[in-house]
């Protein structure tokens, strides 16, 4: 086919006498080698060179935003309980599903595996997940109820003081705002974590463990907090105030967390979720008894106790994520490390983890 067009060509051009008839076939070799040479470096230049530039790959829909929630972390549970989210994500064809964590260690943990992409929980877990490499972002702090994280004893208990706890078994959950809580508790009074005796017990196995008599001291966060002083003769020994003094709301705030993936992908959802809970804050705030009817069926906790919880719940701030909010969880950091609590010394202000927001959502 080729030779038959270039017999052609050379026919054409004879005709009208432009060329000797050996002069046209050097030329119309020089002009095929020429095609042929200029087509292969075409083939050889990437498709995304600067005359082609490469296409983005693209952010898959979401269908299913999937939720984290765990006692203690009011805002999340009263969206939870008032379907606020599903509404505001209803007509973008999002659903939402919420799983349940014990504390913020596992939260994080299936934060990481992927169970889910959004949750909250102690300041903490967040220090233990960061040194462990765990993968996740600070998205938010939240501010709440200082009385409502305590440290429990007997009613009868020959316990008095913190320098009591010297030698005593103290039980909390490992990796949430408890144990800080309680590294600071001895440190105010001349001791080391190492002077007691530390049981690592989720709520639920702590509870009938205390009332036993099997610890000496419970480290708890409301609701948990107001159900044992109501169900169980206990007495408060210390609580944030007594630990931090004014400076408790951001000593150890709670954070709200999401996966770096999502952060990344669907920075919008993730505001409308940010705004979902700030109202919520100021909803409570101001109806603290509807608060807890709401919280009291979700929880599966009678409604006085939960009536006391809501009443001490603080200002329930909903606050962007700053150099001034993390100044106490690296404190908190800082010393787990001198501690050989965790494995290395960690900057918890590090870009990857955290979403620096110049402005509210």
């Known amino acids: ?22 002069d046209i076939k ?5 002009f095929v080698i020429g095609i042929g040479f200029s087509l292969a470096i075409a083939s050889c230049t990437p498709s995304n060179s600067a005359d082609a530039p490469a296409q983005q790959p693209q952010v898959p829909k979401l269908t299913v935003l999937k939720m984290g929630h765990q006692k203690g972390m009011a805002l999340l549970n009263i969206i939870k309980a008032q379907g606020s ?4 994500l209803q007509p973008l064809g999002i659903s939402v599903t919420w799983n ?39 998205v938010a702090a939240g501010t709440g109820s200082t009385r409502g994280s305590a440290i429990l004893v007997q009613e009868n208990s020959p316990i008095k003081t913190l320098s009591d706890l010297k030698g005593k078994k103290v039980a909390f959950a490992k990796g949430s705002g408890q144990h800080y809580i309680i590294v600071r508790a001895l440190e105010k009074v001349g001791l080391k974590f190492s002077d007691i005796k530390p049981l690592y017990l989720t709520p639920a196995e702590a509870l009938p463990a205390f ?56 920075p919008d959802i993730l505001k409308t979720i940010l705004q979902e809970l700030e109202k919520a804050g100021a909803w409570s705030r101001d109806n603290y008894q509807d608060s807890a009817k709401l919280l009291s069926k979700l929880y599966k906790i ?7 919880v809501e009443e001490r719940g603080g200002k329930r701030e909903v606050l962007p994520v700053t150099d001034e909010v993390l100044s106490g969880l690296q404190r908190m950091a800082d010393t787990f ?25």
């Open 26 to 30: 050097t030329f119309i070799l020089f």
């Open 337 to 361: 490390y001198e501690l050989k609590i965790i494995p290395k010394k960690i900057d918890v202000k590090d870009k990857n983890y955290n979403w620096f927001s110049e402005q509210k959502w």
């Open 211 to 266: 009332d036993r008599g099997d610890i000496d001291a419970w480290l708890i966060w409301d609701p948990y907090t107001a159900e044992a002083e109501r169900k169980l003769r206990t007495r408060l020994l210390a609580d944030n105030s007594t630990v931090f003094g004014d400076k408790a709301p951001l000593e150890s705030p709670s954070f709200y967390y999401a996966a770096p993936d999502f952060v990344r992908d669907y």
């Open 302 to 308: 009678d409604l006085k106790t939960m009536e006391t």
């Open 1 to 22: 086919m080729v030779t038959r067009l270039i017999n052609q060509f050379l026919d054409a051009i004879k005709k009208r006498s432009l060329f000797r008839h050996h």
């Open 100 to 138: 349940e964590f014990s504390s913020t260690a596992p939260l994080l943990d299936g934060m990481g595996a992927g169970a889910i992409v959004f949750g909250g929980g102690g300041g903490t877990g967040s220090v233990f997940a960061q040194a462990g490499d765990k993968s996740f972002v600070r």
């Open 85 to 88: 989210l599903e509404k505001r």
